[in-house]
Structure formats: C-alpha cells, structure tokens
C-alpha cells in the first residue's frame, strides 16, 4: 500500500513525467476508465488476481498519467502471452509478500532493525490470564491462529495487541469478531462522504467486500459492517467499493466493537 502511494506511484512517477513522458505503465490487475465524473479506478477482470484494493490512495492527476495493460486479462493469458513471446517470466511463481523479503518474513527484519525494541511478553486471554509468552509484537496479527505456543482445549486466536504494554491478547474465534470501527487518513477518489452512505467496504486484499454504513465524523470515519467480520485489524486498510469502482478508503485506527 505505502509502497504504491510514496515509490511507485510518487517518486517513480514524477521521475518518468520529469523525462517526458506521458503515462507510466505498471503490472497492477486493474483498470483505469475515463468518465464525465474523471478518472474511475476499477478492479481488474481477473478477479482472482484484482490489486486494486492496494490502489486506493491514488488521486486523479495520478490516473491522468497510469496505464494498467494487464487490467483487461486474466493471469492465464498474460502468461501465454509471455510464453508467445519467449520471456522467462512466463511461469515465474506468483508473488505474494514484500518484494524486498521474498521469504515473507518481516517480524525477523522488525526485529533486526528494531534496536532491541521488540521483546517477548505476555499471552493473555480475555480475562487477563496470563496462558505464555509471545516472542514480540511484530509477529502477530489479528487473527492468527497458528504459532502461539499455546494450548487451552480449543483453537486459540488473536484477538487485540496491546503494543503499549507489549502483550497479546487470545480468545476463541468469535472472539475475533467485530462490526465497528474507525479510520484515520482517509483518501477518495473523487469527492469525499459528506454524510452517511450504505456501501461495500473490504478490511484486507483476500476479504470480500462486505456490506456496510459509513458516517462521516471530522477528519475520521466510522464504518459499521451488517454483520460482524473476522479479523478487523488496526493498521490495515479499508477500502470502500461501489460495485467494481474504488471510491476509497483509510487506514484502520481502532476497532469499537
């Protein structure tokens, strides 16, 4: 997300539109369509593969100059594509993780540029039971339910961190649960909620949008889900869809309820 926003989409940006040229040409799944309105961000056709979750901080005088050649293919046939060319990438495994940390471990790399920062701490349950110990903050999402050192008679999942005091929270997987909560640094395509609206709102790239009321409160918004969603995590993004069109989004700050 911040890599598009700040590397791609700002500094290599300005770089190309400085030598001259036009448009900057990116592999994004996802497309990019003129109307009356402006510049509309979609979601790619390749459903499986749509990125345009990661795309919602674009502004306008940044889709005047994008171009997304792979928006209107599906994977299969951008690698056939490649074959027919005779490119080496033409079965070069899909990418998942940070390009810079191909192993995807980034709670290593956190914690080796974290100058003694990150530290073990306690594993609580709901209660404030302590059930362990975790081995630092940035190896844990919420959600997780796997590498927890734990047992209880039941699958365990994280369910809040506690940075502050440095421990981690567990409970059951409903415990995971929430419909409310808040965003900070909101971004909009085009013009920004100025009272409250019904919409699909997506909380993770492997999440479907999901229906949802956001209100408009000063420089935050609050989002409300139907029905409770797994797994809503601070820090994350959430995007908010009108159908297949990007309307924009925010970064999670606290989850309410």
């Known amino acids: 997300m911040r890599c598009n926003q700040f590397i791609k989409f700002g500094i290599l940006l ?10 900057l040409a990116t592999g994004h799944y996802a497309r990019i369509v003129k109307s009356k309105q402006g510049y509309l961000l979609k979601k790619a056709k390749d459903l499986k593969k749509d990125q345009s979750y990661f795309l919602y901080r674009l502004n306008q005088q940044e889709l005047k100059h994008i171009i997304f050649p792979l928006g209107n293919f599906t994977k299969p046939q ?15 495994k899909d990418s ?3 390009c ?27 209660d404030g039971n302590i059930l362990g110990q975790h081995q630092g903050i940035p190896f ?7 590498g927890l050192g734990v047992a209880k008679g039941y699958p365990l999942y994280v369910t809040q961190i506690n940075a502050k005091d440095n421990r981690i929270i567990v409970g059951t997987r409903q415990d995971a649960y929430a419909s409310e909560f ?9 013009k920004p909620f100025k009272k409250k609206v019904e919409i699909k709102v997506r909380i993770r790239y492997n999440h479907k949008e999901v229906p949802a009321v956001v209100y408009p409160a000063k420089e935050k918004l609050k989002i409300i889900f139907k029905k409770p969603q797994f797994a809503i ?6 995007v908010c869809y009108d159908r297949d069109t990007v309307l924009g989004g925010g970064i999670i700050q606290k989850v309410t309820k």
């Open 14 to 23: 300005k770089k190309a539109l400085n030598l001259g040229a036009k448009f």
């Open 78 to 92: 951008i690698r056939k594509m490649a074959a027919d060319f005779g490119l080496s990438v033409a079965e070069k």
């Open 96 to 98: 998942q993780e940070i």
């Open 100 to 126: 810079f940390l191909p192993d995807g471990k980034h709670g290593d790399l956190i914690k080796a540029k974290g100058l003694n920062k990150v530290k073990p701490g306690d594993l609580i349950d709901k």
């Open 140 to 146: 844990y999402t919420i959600g997780q339910r796997h």
């Open 182 to 190: 808040t965003i900070k640094e909101g971004h909009f395509l085009s």
């Open 233 to 238: 995590t601070p820090g994350q993004s959430a």
